[in-house]
Structure formats: C-alpha cells, structure tokens
C-alpha cells in the first residue's frame, strides 16, 4: 500500500472503531446490570470482534492481543460457561479504557505498547491451569488463489495471540504487498475486508490444531470473496468537518444577500425584483435548514458516556443507582455536544452525591435501594431541553437559605425576602455549597456555578425544580444550532444591537408609575414580580433612556433591558471583531442587516456580568 491509502485506512479505522468504542461504554454498564442479556452480550462481542479485525490488519499487534483476551471471556459468558461479575466488568471496562488510549496513540502516530499482564490475566474466564506446550500440527498449505473464510482467519488469530503468554509481543504477520498492476475498487477492497476480517457477526469456533493459512496476494481475491459477500452499494460519504464548516459559512453568507434584496425589494424594487427575492428567500431557507440539518448528531452520541462515569462514581460514594435515558434520538447540533458534556457531568454529580440518599436511607424512607437518576433530551421549537432528575432528598429551601448566609453568600435580610424558587437558583451562586465535608467529588462550592455560566456563554438557561422528599429536576435548554443566529434587532439612538433571539422572552412599554429603586436598583414591576432593567442606552452612553422593555432571560437570571424601538426578527452570521474588542463585556460581534447597516451582535452573558457598573445609576422616570 501506497503512504496516503495506508493513511486514509487507518483514519477510516480510527472513526469507525471510535465510534463502537463509545458505545461500549453504555453497552458494558448495562451489561452489568443484565448480565443474561444475549442481545447486549452479543453486541458487546461484536464491539470487540470488530475493532479486533480493523486492528489486526493494521498489524496494531496490543490492540489485537487486548481485544481477542476480552472477546475469549465474552464468548464463554455467550456459552453459558461463564457469568459475568463485578470483576470481570471492572476487567472489560478497564480494557476499553485503554482501548481508548491505545486509539489517541495511533492517532498521533505514535508507537503502542503491549497491555499489562494483570489486565490480561483478569479477562481470563478462569483461573489459568498448567499448560504443557504442543506444537500445533502442521497443515497443508492454502492453494495459491483461495481466500481464506472467518474460521480460518480465527485459527490464525488464536495460533498468533492465544497461546502467547500475558503480555508477551507475539510475531508480526505483515500483509502481502499488492504486484505493481494490481489496483482494486472500492467494493473489491470492501470484499477483501470482509473476507479476511469477517463482519462481525457470530463467531466461529476455531478447529482444534490451529492453522496459519498464508494471506493470498490481493489480485487473486476480489472476485471469489465477491461472490461470497454481496456488499452493499454505500449510500454515506464521510466529509471533513472543516469543508462543512466552510459549507455552512457560504450557506450564511447567502443568508446576508437575501436580507438586504428583501429589503431593497420592500423598499423600492419592481415587480420583477420582488418575484425574484421572494424566489431567492425560498430557495435560501431550504438551503439554510439541509445545512444545519447535515451539522446535526443525535444528542445518544453525548449520552453515550454518561452510564460509565455514573456507574463509578455511584461505586465510589456507596451507592447503588440506575441512569435511565430518554430522547436519545433528539439531533442537537455538532458543536453543542462536546460544549454541553462538562454542564452535564456536573449535574450528573450533583444528582448523585446531593440528591440520591444512601441505600440505608432510602429503605428506612420506604424507597427502594436503587436509586434513579434520569437523563433526558427533547425538542421545543428552537430549542433543545435537557433534564436531569433524581428520586432522591430533593431541595429544603429553609437549609438553602441558611447555608447563603452562612457562607456569606446572600445576608440575612435578602435571604429572608427569597421566593421558593430563588432558594433553589442559590445553587448556582459562586462558593455556595450544602456539603458538610469537602470530598474529591463537592464541597469546595464549584461546579453549579460553572455550569450556569457555560450554558450562558452558550446562549442557554437553567431551572429547577424540587420537592423535598421526591427528587429534583435540573433542565437545561439551549438553541437548537449556533451556525445561524436568530435575532431581535432594536435600536438605542442611532445604534441598531441585535439581541439573541433564543434568550428573549417578551417585549413591553413601561408606563408611568410601573419603574421604580428597590435595594439601589432600578426594576419594573411586571406580571407580579420586580424585573431588574437594563438601560442599554446607558451602556452605549446614549444620552436618553428608552421606554421599550425587552425581557431576557440570562442562565437563571431575568433582566429587562431598555431600547428605544424595537424593529423585528432577523437571521444573522455573527462576525468576530478582533483583538481590539476582545476585553469589551455585553458584545460577541458584529453582523450586516439587510439595510446594508452595522449590527452589534450582544453578548448577554457577558451583559448580565458587567451590568452592575451602570444599572445603579438608572433613576425612575417621571
């Protein structure tokens, strides 16, 4: 094989055995717990069947030795020899981590080392008796031509890396290389992978005397290994994620041009012109929807990792709990998924050690021992929901508001006036923690407050809700793409700002009377309750205030910025505006309206952090 085909299989062997090896960690952990599960027994097989053969043909020697040890026990546990317990899970689950490791080896290029003879030893499916060597019998030869089926392939697996002692480098078999005239086509070469490797389906037994059947050289195989395996045609194409991008900035760009003909056609364009923006306006928008639509994954490609670190740390602390997930299927776009997976981690955690009580506990409470945690994704119009909930304690407001002033995070008299769906949103303060001890896992008072603001870096919000004695729910909803930005364009003076439109509530006008301080800040009374203001023309150092209220909702925080018109939705492509303005709090960039004018995009996050500098000195009207 030439350097760049050698290359481009290894990076499809990379993606394709990546993607199994992320499944396995859901699949071993609920292996676990129905260990008499032949369908996921059998899946987990062909998980480590698979990444065995891609490796194998690679010559990755450990990965293969790692993998045939681990499919061995799982093929006893598949004959009823064997039942899987906490230790040979603890053994399959300790080699996916090196399985883990072992793939970020060969994807930096460099050198693996064999597997420890202790793992090896304890994916043995019983204690190892006395072996007296024999050397396998000799067997004829393969007749030159003839492509060697999956039982051969086997045998020859097992004559290399079974009899080897744990930790031994066993011999390298290098492929043949393919004569000068021998190129072969996609299918051809998918054949011969199926012929050599199998496609991970049942396994056959290998016969009793091991046989080394000698590779055949390639120009031979196509045709009969053709004839065996019917491949089907491929109807998926694996595309760089740097030429989507690209794809999806074009895409954007288009969006720009049709905003600004729309408007030239509403203002002062012919007929003629007006058919053909409409035309162009159909055309951008289902162009737009395909390419967000080929930027979406399945939010089950993030929930994957989850079961692992809940079952560890469930160990760790005690306990015995159950992660259930739902709305696997939920697409949520590329970028949000690794963005979203430290968020989640962290409510994992606080579920965990605050809300599900020790199984002692739960029994004496008439519970069961077994603890539930849910994991959910859903879909609400622009918007992804994600929620965690728990069975467990749930929240006293009364401790939540003793614990603030205790830590100086709130004093008495603002603690007093807390609603009690504000004592919940105290989690999410800086140093507040209810944990008596300070462990690996909580009590230095990180975590919620990290949480709540990377989910408002990604335009996002959380709510919580508790009963004490039933369980919590933290839910978590953030914009269903960040490719293109739905705004709220208002004006303050001359200056037009662009509001994320996923983060606005409502807009009303303040009436006399309805403004006034309370504790040295301005806020509106609306729908019953004190809405903090914003003045956005003061932080544009605009000499007026506006009248128009625009209600934002920032991580778990509401605030009622003020504008001097509010104009209408619009979707736009946010441009960076350099270093010059990279300290500058409240702005994430800029973008062109459809009038051909300059946009502020805001950055509410960002807002909501700086506005105490100027919201005291907003003054009541009238």
Known sequence: MNAEFDLELRQDFLVEAGELLQRLGEQLVGLETAPGDSELLNAVFRAFHTVKGGAGFLALDPMVVLCHHAEDLLNEARNGNVVLGTGHMDALLEALDLLNDMMAAVSADAPL?????????????RAPAPVTAVMPTPAAPAAEGAAIDDSEFEALLDSMYGTAAPGSMPPVVPPAAPSANSGIDDDEFEALLDALHGKGGQPVAAPTAPVATAAPAPENVPAAAAARHAVPVENTVRVDTARLDVLVNHAGELVLVRNRLLSLAARDGSEALVAAAGELDRIADALQTAVMG????????????????????ARQLGKDVELVLEGEG??????LVEA?????IHLLRNAL???????AERELGGKPRKGRICLSASQRGERIVISVSDDGRGMDPEVLRRKAVEKGVIDPAHAARLTESECYELIFRPGFS???????????????DVVKTRVAELGGTLQVHSRRGHGSELELTVPLTLAVLRVLMVRVEARLLALPLSNVEEVFELVDGQDRLLDGRLVAQHRGRALPLADLGGWTGASGTGRHVVVVHIGHQRLGCLVHEVLGREDVIVKPLGPLFADVSGIAGATVTGDGRLALVMDLAGLAGGAGQWLTSLQPAG
């Open 113 to 125: 080392s064999m597997p420890p003879a202790a793992l090896l030893t304890s994916l043995l499916p």
């Open 434 to 448: 209810t944990a008596a001890t300070v462990s690996d896992i909580s009590g230095r008072g990180v975590g919620m």
């Open 340 to 344: 979203l997976a430290d968020p989640l």
């Open 353 to 359: 050690d605050h809300g599900v009580e020790m199984p």
């Open 330 to 335: 939920t697409d949520l776009d590329r970028s």
């Open 294 to 313: 080929m930027r979406m994954q399945p939010v089950g490609r993030l929930f994957q990792r989850f079961p692992r670190i809940v079952r560890d740390l």
